[in-house]
Nanobody, 123 residues
Framework: EVQLVESGGGLVQAGGSLRLSCATS????????IGWFRQAPGNEREGVSC????????DYADFVKGRFTISSDSAKNTVYLQMNSLKPEDTAVYFC????????????????WGRGTQVTVSS
């Protein structure tokens, strides 16, 4: 059974940091790309970042470049999203997703999804 489980969300003040984790199981981790998406109330789901695990290449949405860093640990089948300099507009539910052949920011290209973790940034 494929599972993706996000953790690490919470409440933080503007300017603070959080590290999200996406623990995966049930598929060959290194064969997949893992993406992070977010969705705020009333908004569409938007791509934040992705990593092609086997080669380590990464991509970021413009609105997080320089603030967020995605990384992976193949020994733990886990992907991380380090979020620094958080802003109130980063408040959303953050999801991780896995796919073999993805367009980083296209949620329809991913095969498996986690249930999300809430990130709330207060001003």
């Amino acid at each position: 059974e494929v599972q993706l489980v996000e953790s690490g969300g919470g409440l933080v003040q503007a300017g603070g940091s959080l590290r999200l984790s996406c623990a995966t199981s049930g598929f060959t981790f290194d064969d997949y790309a893992i993406g992070w998406f977010r969705q705020a109330p009333g908004n569409e789901r938007e791509g934040v970042s992705c990593i092609y695990v086997s080669v380590g290449s990464t991509d970021y949405a413009d609105f997080v470049k320089g603030r967020f860093t995605i990384s992976s640990d193949s020994a733990k089948n886990t992907v991380y999203l380090q979020m620094n300099s958080l802003k109130p507009e980063d408040t959303a539910v953050y999801f991780c997703a896995a796919g073999m052949y993805i367009d980083c920011s296209d949620y329809e290209s991913y095969d498996y999804w986690g249930r999300g973790t809430q990130v709330t940034v207060s001003s």
